[in-house]
């Protein structure tokens, strides 16, 4: 079953720091973009940042600098490094994988149950 | 970054009806349009891509059309499960930007 779980999330201090965790199964971690995706309490959807197949990464401005997205193909396991936290970054974090790799981007077909960062 | 407008915000309607919702872009997204169901307390789920595509699993009575930077989400009868908000995304032009949301409310 193709499947992505996050972990990593928990209640932290403004200014601290945190990484998140998804571990994927049924496909490799590597082989699509992947994703992050975050939605502040009753609020919509916000990316956050992609990695591509090849490695290449991208930001949302209100993260840039402060997040860092990587993997580890033999884990294949997807990371959100998160620092200098701030309260407006308290949101639940998804995962999620691009249908493709097909430019100039693809919809996110497949998506972690999220994982809750309070930045308190 | 491209901005994406949906209207309604929200909605009320019945078992049955047609039910349509929009979404602008603030600049052409070339048909690199999304369509996203989420149920309170749940992730998101695709519903459709490149506009108009279906994705695997997803019921006939969801479909989308639309260009340039106009769209559509359109449910031809609306179902119990079908309440829940949609967010339609463009995957153009990063950074990739999601609309405000539309719920979809029982009357």
Known sequence: EVQLVESGGGLIHPGGSLRLSCAASGFAVNSNYMNWVRQAPGMGLEWVSVIYSGGDTYYADSVKGRFSISRDNSKNTLYLQMKSLRAEDTAVYYCARALSNGWPGDAFDIWGQGTVVTVS | ?107
Do not use: H
Request: aromatic share 12%; with cysteine.
């Open chain 2, 1 to 107: 970054d491209i901005q994406m407008t949906q209207s309604p915000s929200s909605l009320s309607a019945s078992v049955g009806d047609r039910v349509t919702i929009t979404c602008r872009a603030s600049q052409g997204i070339v048909n690199f349009l999304a369509w996203y169901q989420q149920r309170p307390g749940k992730a998101p789920r695709l519903l459709l891509y490149t506009t108009s595509r279906l994705e695997s699993g997803v019921p006939s009575r969801f479909s989308g059309s639309g260009s340039g930077t106009d769209y559509t989400l359109t449910i031809s009868s609306l179902q119990p499960e079908d309440f829940a908000t949609y967010y339609c995304q463009q995957y153009y032009i990063t950074p990739w930007t999601f609309g405000q949301g539309t719920k979809v409310e029982i009357k």
